[in-house]
């Protein structure tokens, strides 16, 4: 269009089109991405061309797509998040579940005088009891 002597107010209407304008982002539609605030339509999807004024229904349907779909990443995102909280959560209760388990298995084993069998116990309760501190640590550490 420059080439062509097109008027300057028609060059800021059709901006050059480059490479970039033409690739598709499929990683804003997928489970695994992040950080699409900052992901824009390209500069053509919103021109203004005088015919089309009149009947923007396409467009319209276009933009709804797009919403719908960058909503549905989100909501995604919300629950994957919420299933994770849950999931921390229900790690750290099972390591306190399984210490008071060897906690009851220690105190058999201590009144039956099996000794060796109460080391073992004690221990598998205190890895479990690490095990469960280490959790509630690093979930204080996220959650500041």
């Given at each position: ?81 919420s299933l994770l909280t849950s999931e921390f ?56």
């Open positions: 269009m420059i080439a062509l002597g097109a008027k300057p107010e028609l060059l800021l209407q059709y901006q050059e089109l480059q490479k970039s304008h033409l690739t598709t982002n499929t990683a804003a539609f997928t489970q695994g991405a992040h950080d699409h605030q900052a992901s824009q339509l390209p500069w053509f999807w919103s021109i203004d061309i005088p015919r089309d004024t009149s009947s923007k229904s396409w467009l319209t349907e276009f933009y709804r797509i797009h919403w719908l779909r960058a909503k549905a990443g989100k909501d995604r995102w919300a629950e994957e998040e959560q229900w790690v750290i209760n099972y390591f306190r579940h399984r210490s008071k388990c060897w906690q009851e298995k220690y105190k058999d084993h201590t009144t039956a005088k099996a000794h060796g069998a109460a080391c073992y116990a004690a221990r598998q309760r205190e890895i479990y009891n690490q095990l469960a501190e280490q959790g509630e640590l690093k979930w204080q550490q996220m959650n500041l």
